[in-house]
Structure formats: structure tokens, C-alpha cells
């Protein structure tokens, strides 16, 4: 092949190639964003009337990870006073001693997660490469319970996935207040 056969077979694969790697990358910014996202859900008892309910007391709450920033002590005092403060905004009084219209008990755990990426590559794009993104994924559940029939009347579950167990740990209130966002549920 001639110099010039090599700069025409160039120029024909040249826009192939762009239209390629601006795809992945396109991909790439739309799939990562969301595998970090902040997830919130809640769900309740229908039945529930939730204009009885005026104080709450926090009873319990459970702190699941081997990571050390994310399983202490003050972890788990920066959570009840988010809840606190969260439910409070809400019209709600917290009782630290006797008798509540609901009782709040809590769980945060975290665990190590891997994210598997595709996308082409290699010699004109035949190939396929995988990428493995690790990360922690963070969740939290809250419950509120009826202490009159002992039964759960809502439930707050957010899950945020982050890189750094750290980072998930200054997540903490946002993730609290994301889920308390939705309380009293709308029917």
C-alpha cells in the first residue's frame, strides 16, 4: 500500500473511530452518575393514621460495617440526632423517657460493591473491554412503630453507593433527611 492508500483507508476509519469513543464516553457519563445516585424508598401501613401520632422515641440502632468510620459510637449519635432533628421539623416531639406514639429503631450497614462496565475497544472497535469500579454501598433503614400494636407503620430505606466509606459517612444526614422527607406519607 502507497502512502496515499494508508491516508485514505485513514480518513475512512477516522469518523468511525470518533463515533465510537464519543460513544462511550456518552456511556460512560450516563451510566456512572447513576450507579453512585442516592436511592430513597419508603413504605407504610395504609391503614395507619398518621395525625395521632404527636412524639416518638428513639429505642435502638444497629451500626453494621467492619469500617471504622462508618461503626462508631458517633456515628451512630450523629444519626439519632438527624432522625431527631428530621422528625421534629415534622411536628413531631421527641419523649426521652416514658411512653411514645412511636418508637424509632434504626439499621445502617454498609458493604464493599463492585460495578462492572462494558463497552468496545480494541482494533477497530471489535474488541470488548470490562472495567471493575469498586465502591461501598451504604444503607439505611428506619422504622417507625406503633408501640400500641408493636407494628411497623413506616419504613425509610436510602442506599447511596460512594467509593470512600468516608465520604458515605458525610452522607449520613442526607440520607436521613431524604428519607424523613417522606413522612407522613401521602396516600
Excluded: C
Aim: cysteine-free; overall charge positive; aromatic content about 6%.
Amino acid at each position: 500500500m502507497s502512502k496515499t492508500d494508508i491516508s485514505a483507508h485513514t480518513q475512512r476509519l477516522r469518523p468511525r473511530i470518533v463515533s465510537r469513543i464519543a460513544a462511550v464516553l456518552i456511556l460512560t457519563l450516563l451510566v456512572v452518575p447513576g450507579a453512585f445516585a442516592q436511592d430513597v424508598t419508603t413504605e407504610f401501613d395504609e391503614s395507619a393514621d398518621f395525625t395521632k401520632f404527636k412524639t416518638f422515641a428513639i429505642r435502638d440502632g444497629q451500626l453494621n460495617s467492619r469500617n471504622p468510620a462508618l461503626s462508631s459510637e458517633l456515628t451512630k449519635k450523629r444519626i439519632e440526632t438527624e432522625i431527631a432533628r428530621a422528625l421534629t421539623a415534622k411536628g413531631l416531639t421527641m419523649v426521652t423517657t416514658g411512653p411514645s406514639d412511636l418508637n424509632v429503631f434504626y439499621q445502617f450497614g454498609a458493604a464493599r460493591r463492585v460495578e462492572t462496565e462494558t463497552y468496545p475497544a480494541g482494533w477497530r472497535g471489535l474488541g470488548t473491554r470490562v472495567a471493575r469500579v469498586p465502591y461501598s454501598e451504604g444503607t439505611l433503614v428506619i422504622d417507625l412503630r406503633n408501640p400500641a400494636t408493636r407494628s411497623l407503620v413506616w419504613r425509610g430505606v436510602a442506599t447511596e453507593g460512594e467509593r470512600d466509606p468516608n465520604k458515605l459517612a458525610e452522607k449520613l444526614d442526607d440520607m436521613v433527611k431524604k428519607s424523613i422527607d417522606k413522612y407522613p406519607p401521602k396516600k
